[in-house]
């Protein structure tokens, strides 16, 4: 049975940062494509930053690039999201993805991961 666990989130002013964790358990030891989603009440899930298994292929939407940074540690079945100079419109409810296959067509679609965390929520203040 796959899990995943975030925490991390919390409450910021504008300008500061704040990093989440996601700890995975049952995932394969090989292979996994992993992510952070967020999402507002009453909107869509927007793919934030997705990392392949090794780490040679990262993804950003457009709105964080520059600003947030994945990286993975598969030693300890951990993702991360380093999220910097932070907006008020950053502020969302974030969410750990994970899928079985590799990083190759629609990383940033929700239909592509087979796995959720609970999510872990991130306020920005102006």
């Known amino acids: 049975q796959v899990q995943l666990v975030e925490s991390g989130g919390g409450s910021v002013q504008a300008g500061g940062s704040l990093r989440l964790s996601c700890v995975a358990s049952g995932l394969p030891r090989s292979g996994t494509c992993m992510g952070w989603f967020r999402q507002a009440p009453g909107k869509e899930r927007e793919g934030v930053a997705v990392i392949s298994f090794g780490g040679s292929y990262r993804f950003y939407s457009d709105s964080v690039k520059g600003r947030f940074t994945i990286s993975r540690d598969n030693g300890k079945y951990s993702l991360y999201l380093q999220m910097n100079n932070l907006k008020p419109e950053d502020t969302d409810m974030y969410y750990c993805?994970?899928?079985?296959?590799?990083?190759?067509?629609?990383?940033?679609?929700?239909?592509?991961?087979?796995?959720w965390g609970q999510g872990t929520q991130v306020t920005v203040s102006p």
């Open positions: 993805a994970a899928d079985r296959a590799t990083c190759s067509v629609d990383v940033e679609r929700v239909h592509k991961y087979n796995y």
